[in-house]
């Protein structure tokens, strides 16, 4: 069975500082998505990864994904308030199969 | 640009009712899933169609839930007899084959 986990769970950080959020899953898998999920709303595609190696970045954040060490990150450059919010890593083991989600990281950026 | 639709964006039922949750895909998409999102905890995938048929459920997904494609457009959930423990955020989401974008959600509360 995939298990995806991702920490830290609560992230509280001042406004201008970097930091990163992990995210390991159990199993080979076809893709590794980044999503972004504001209270009570729905989920917010921000990337997907589908090789060794792959990078993306949107803004101030980046993602990338190391498929040997099962190991995802999500890098946050000079945090603003605005980027608070929960972070949800997601695993797709094959192309239109179910994704298995981490726990999701709440992160809060004060001014 | 094209987005998933879900109504009702609230529901609330008296437990052992039946509800049906509506979802309408983004039209050209081929993969249609199911979650669920109890509060405050991570995402759960609950079941996905393809080709008018069920091609993966969770363990969640049993005997009380139901799903239906009745038109070209429309997507149903039906929990036939309601528990407090379905009570949840209710997300769907369609793929043409890679990211699975997501529905508002239908928040259901059972009393």
């Known amino acids: 069975e995939l298990k995806v986990e991702q920490n830290p769970l609560f992230l509280s950080m001042q406004e201008g500082k970097n930091y990163t959020i992990y995210c390991n899953y159990s199993t080979t898998s076809d893709r590794l998505y980044w999503y972004r999920q504001d209270p009570g709303k729905s989920l917010e595609s921000l990337f997907v990864?589908?090789?060794?190696?792959a990078v993306k970045q949107e803004g101030r954040l980046m993602a990338s994904l190391d498929t040997k060490a099962r190991l995802s990150t999500l890098h946050i450059t000079a945090a603003v308030h605005d980027l608070s919010a929960t972070y949800f890593c997601?695993?797709?083991?094959?192309?239109?199969?179910?994704?298995?989600f981490g726990e999701g990281t709440q992160l809060t950026v004060n001014p | 640009e094209p987005e998933v639709t879900q109504t009702p964006s609230h529901q609330v039922t008296q437990m052992g009712q039946e509800v049906i949750l509506r979802c309408v895909p983004i039209s050209n998409h081929l993969y249609f899933y199911w979650y669920r999102q109890i509060l405050g905890q991570k995402v759960e995938f609950l079941v996905s169609f393809y080709n008018n048929e069920i091609s993966e459920k969770s363990e969640i997904f049993d005997d009380q839930f139901s799903v239906e494609r009745p038109d070209g457009s429309n997507f149903t959930l039906k929990i036939r007899s309601t528990k407090l423990e379905d009570s949840a955020m209710y997300f769907c989401a369609s793929t043409p084959q890679e990211t699975q974008y997501f529905g508002p959600g239908t928040r259901l509360l059972v009393l």
């Open positions: 997601a695993v797709e083991e094959t192309s239109g199969s179910r994704l298995t």
């Open positions: 990864l589908l090789s060794n190696g």
